[in-house]
């Protein structure tokens, strides 16, 4: 008997969303992933602040870390406030680090964050994709398609 799929992630308040990856890459797979913060960091998300466009995320040690994400100071932190674009860790199962791992080394793809959220639970969660970039042609032909759906809603809408 074949496995039930998974739910879509449970996403409650999306903080960041990296929209520009869905067009700049071939999504393959997504993951979810734990986030290492800390506090200031949490009072800063909850408060809607934080960007993903120019984050990656790369494999070192068997551990996964999220690079160049921005999450601003706390503006009442104090003089423990945090460092606004460290190397945050991800937590992931070891399984979902070696597949990322390998497709990175062998099949040249991208670990590429789509979204920062907080769960039903209050967790703060990133939504990790496994991608390959798009080249130029690519992305013309997406252009193509969504201008295309976007025409074809119009005249459905007149016709009706």
Do not use: C
Not at 11 to 25: L, M, S, W
Not at 77 to 100: A, Q, S, T, V
């Amino acid at each position: 008997m074949a496995r039930p799929k998974p739910a879509a992630f449970d996403k409650q308040k999306i903080v960041a969303e990296n929209r520009k990856a869905r067009f700049d890459y071939h999504i393959e797979e997504t993951f979810e992933a734990g986030l290492a913060l800390q506090g200031t960091e949490v009072k800063s998300l909850r408060s809607g602040e934080g960007s993903i466009a120019e984050s990656y995320a790369e494999v070192k040690g068997g551990q996964v870390f999220l690079v160049n994400a921005n999450i601003p100071e706390f503006s009442h932190g104090n003089r423990n406030n945090h460092e606004p674009k460290r190397p945050r860790k991800l937590l992931l199962h070891e399984r979902e680090i070696n597949k990322m791992f390998g497709a990175v080394e062998r099949k040249g793809m991208t670990l590429v964050p789509l979204s920062i959220y907080f769960n039903g639970r209050g967790r703060a969660k990133v939504e990790l994709a496994l991608a390959k970039g798009k080249q130029a042609h690519d992305k013309r032909a997406s252009i193509k398609d969504r201008d295309w759906k976007r025409d074809k809603a119009r005249l459905m809408r007149e016709k009706s």
